[in-house]
Nanobody, 121 residues
Framework: QVQLVESGGGLVQPGGSLRLSCVASGFSFSGAAMKWYRQVLEKQRELVAEIQGTTIYTNYADSVKGRFIISRDNAKNTVYLQMNSLQPEDTAVYYC??????????????WGTGTLVTVSA
């Protein structure tokens, strides 16, 4: 059973930093691309950052380039999102995501339950 569990959210002042973690289980983590999304209230989820499995290629939304860093530790089945220079507009629920190919159902997206990041003075 695929499971993604995020942690590390909280309240931080503008200019501060947080590191989010997502622990994965139930699939072959090392080869899987992992993504961080965020969502504000009823708005559409926004892709924040992604990291491939074998190549460690990374990609970022323009709004977070130079401030956020995505990384992974395959030995711990964990993907991280280091968030620096946080601004109020970064306030959102942050979700971990992966897409896995299943023989009977094809490509399936799996999400964690999210962790809330609030940037406020």
């Amino acid at each position: 059973q695929v499971q993604l569990v995020e942690s590390g959210g909280g309240l931080v002042q503008p200019g501060g930093s947080l590191r989010l973690s997502c622990v994965a289980s139930g699939f072959s983590f090392s080869g899987a691309a992992m993504k961080w999304y965020r969502q504000v209230l009823e708005k559409q989820r926004e892709l924040v950052a992604e990291i491939q499995g074998t190549t460690i290629y990374t990609n970022y939304a323009d709004s977070v380039k130079g401030r956020f860093i995505i990384s992974r530790d395959n030995a711990k089945n964990t993907v991280y999102l280091q968030m620096n220079s946080l601004q109020p507009e970064d306030t959102a629920v942050y979700y971990c995501d992966t897409r896995i190919y299943e023989a009977l159902r094809g490509w399936m997206d799996y999400w964690g339950t999210g962790t809330l990041v609030t940037v406020s003075a």
